[in-house]
Nanobody, 128 residues
Framework: QVQLVESGGGSVQAGGSLRLSCAASGDTYSSYCMGWFRQTPGKEREGVAAIAIDSDSNTYYADSVKGRFTISKDNAKNTLYLQMNNLKPEDTAMYYC????????????????????WGQGTLVTVSS
Protein backbone atom coordinates (compact mmCIF):
# COMPACT_ATOMS: atom_id res chain seq x y z
CA GLN A 1 0.00 0.00 0.00
CA VAL A 2 1.14 3.54 -0.80
CA GLN A 3 0.55 6.54 1.43
CA LEU A 4 0.39 10.04 -0.06
CA VAL A 5 0.80 13.46 1.54
CA GLU A 6 0.18 16.62 -0.50
CA SER A 7 1.48 20.10 0.23
CA GLY A 8 1.94 23.44 -1.48
CA GLY A 9 -1.60 24.70 -1.85
CA GLY A 10 -2.51 28.27 -1.03
CA SER A 11 -4.01 31.49 -2.30
CA VAL A 12 -2.69 33.37 -5.30
CA GLN A 13 -3.89 36.04 -7.70
CA ALA A 14 -4.75 35.25 -11.28
CA GLY A 15 -1.62 34.97 -13.40
CA GLY A 16 0.41 33.72 -10.46
CA SER A 17 2.09 30.37 -9.85
CA LEU A 18 2.07 27.59 -7.28
CA ARG A 19 3.88 24.27 -6.98
CA LEU A 20 2.16 21.32 -5.40
CA SER A 21 4.09 18.39 -3.95
CA CYS A 22 3.00 14.85 -3.17
CA ALA A 23 5.28 12.66 -1.08
CA ALA A 24 4.75 8.92 -1.47
CA SER A 25 5.74 6.26 1.03
CA GLY A 26 5.14 2.55 1.39
CA ASP A 27 5.05 0.25 -1.64
CA THR A 28 6.74 2.49 -4.21
CA TYR A 29 8.92 -0.19 -5.77
CA SER A 30 6.79 -1.52 -8.58
CA SER A 31 5.70 0.16 -11.78
CA TYR A 32 2.78 2.53 -11.35
CA CYS A 33 1.37 5.92 -12.28
CA MET A 34 0.86 9.08 -10.24
CA GLY A 35 -1.53 11.84 -11.03
CA TRP A 36 -3.25 15.00 -9.88
CA PHE A 37 -6.99 15.44 -9.78
CA ARG A 38 -9.06 18.41 -8.64
CA GLN A 39 -12.56 18.91 -7.34
CA THR A 40 -14.87 21.82 -6.62
CA PRO A 41 -18.07 21.60 -4.54
CA GLY A 42 -20.87 19.85 -6.40
CA LYS A 43 -18.66 18.61 -9.22
CA GLU A 44 -16.93 15.34 -9.96
CA ARG A 45 -13.23 14.97 -9.35
CA GLU A 46 -11.45 15.58 -12.67
CA GLY A 47 -8.06 14.48 -13.89
CA VAL A 48 -5.49 17.25 -14.30
CA ALA A 49 -2.16 15.57 -15.05
CA ALA A 50 -0.51 12.17 -14.73
CA ILE A 51 2.95 10.69 -15.17
CA ALA A 52 4.20 7.14 -15.46
CA ILE A 53 6.64 6.16 -12.73
CA ASP A 54 9.00 4.13 -14.85
CA SER A 55 11.66 4.68 -17.50
CA ASP A 56 9.44 6.27 -20.17
CA SER A 57 7.81 8.84 -17.83
CA ASN A 58 4.96 9.49 -20.23
CA THR A 59 2.82 12.45 -19.20
CA TYR A 60 -0.86 13.22 -19.68
CA TYR A 61 -2.70 16.53 -19.26
CA ALA A 62 -6.26 17.75 -19.26
CA ASP A 63 -6.87 20.15 -22.15
CA SER A 64 -7.74 22.92 -19.70
CA VAL A 65 -4.22 22.97 -18.21
CA LYS A 66 -2.00 22.14 -21.20
CA GLY A 67 0.73 24.73 -21.60
CA ARG A 68 0.22 26.08 -18.07
CA PHE A 69 0.77 23.10 -15.76
CA THR A 70 3.75 20.74 -15.68
CA ILE A 71 3.84 17.43 -13.86
CA SER A 72 7.18 16.00 -12.80
CA LYS A 73 8.66 13.51 -10.36
CA ASP A 74 11.74 12.95 -8.29
CA ASN A 75 12.14 9.18 -8.09
CA ALA A 76 14.92 9.42 -5.50
CA LYS A 77 12.60 11.34 -3.17
CA ASN A 78 9.41 9.48 -4.19
CA THR A 79 7.84 12.87 -4.71
CA LEU A 80 5.44 14.11 -7.36
CA TYR A 81 5.14 17.78 -8.31
CA LEU A 82 2.65 19.93 -10.17
CA GLN A 83 3.98 23.29 -11.31
CA MET A 84 1.02 25.55 -12.01
CA ASN A 85 1.67 28.77 -13.95
CA ASN A 86 -0.66 31.46 -15.26
CA LEU A 87 -3.31 30.37 -12.79
CA LYS A 88 -6.91 31.31 -13.47
CA PRO A 89 -9.86 31.66 -11.07
CA GLU A 90 -11.35 28.51 -12.61
CA ASP A 91 -8.33 26.56 -11.34
CA THR A 92 -9.63 27.08 -7.80
CA ALA A 93 -10.24 23.62 -6.34
CA MET A 94 -9.09 21.00 -3.89
CA TYR A 95 -6.21 19.18 -5.54
CA TYR A 96 -5.64 15.50 -4.85
CA CYS A 97 -2.66 13.29 -5.56
CA UNK A 98 -3.38 9.69 -6.61
CA UNK A 99 -1.63 6.44 -7.45
CA UNK A 100 -2.80 3.99 -10.11
CA UNK A 101 -1.29 0.59 -10.70
CA UNK A 102 0.02 -0.98 -12.90
CA UNK A 103 -0.08 2.00 -15.27
CA UNK A 104 -1.74 5.31 -16.18
CA UNK A 105 -3.92 3.42 -18.62
CA UNK A 106 -3.79 6.10 -21.33
CA UNK A 107 -7.08 7.67 -20.30
CA UNK A 108 -8.69 9.15 -17.19
CA UNK A 109 -11.27 6.36 -17.30
CA UNK A 110 -8.63 3.66 -17.05
CA UNK A 111 -6.64 5.66 -14.48
CA UNK A 112 -9.72 5.63 -12.24
CA UNK A 113 -10.12 1.89 -12.80
CA UNK A 114 -6.51 1.28 -11.76
CA UNK A 115 -6.61 3.81 -8.93
CA UNK A 116 -5.29 2.54 -5.61
CA UNK A 117 -5.16 5.48 -3.24
CA TRP A 118 -5.90 9.20 -2.86
CA GLY A 119 -4.04 11.76 -0.84
CA GLN A 120 -5.87 14.02 1.60
CA GLY A 121 -5.94 17.01 -0.74
CA THR A 122 -4.55 20.53 -0.72
CA LEU A 123 -6.61 23.64 -1.46
CA VAL A 124 -5.72 26.05 -4.26
CA THR A 125 -7.56 29.38 -4.41
CA VAL A 126 -7.04 31.78 -7.32
CA SER A 127 -8.54 35.24 -7.04
CA SER A 128 -9.26 37.58 -9.94
Amino acid sequence: QVQLVESGGGSVQAGGSLRLSCAASGDTYSSYCMGWFRQTPGKEREGVAAIAIDSDSNTYYADSVKGRFTISKDNAKNTLYLQMNNLKPEDTAMYYCAVARPSCGGSWTLFRRYLEVWGQGTLVTVSS
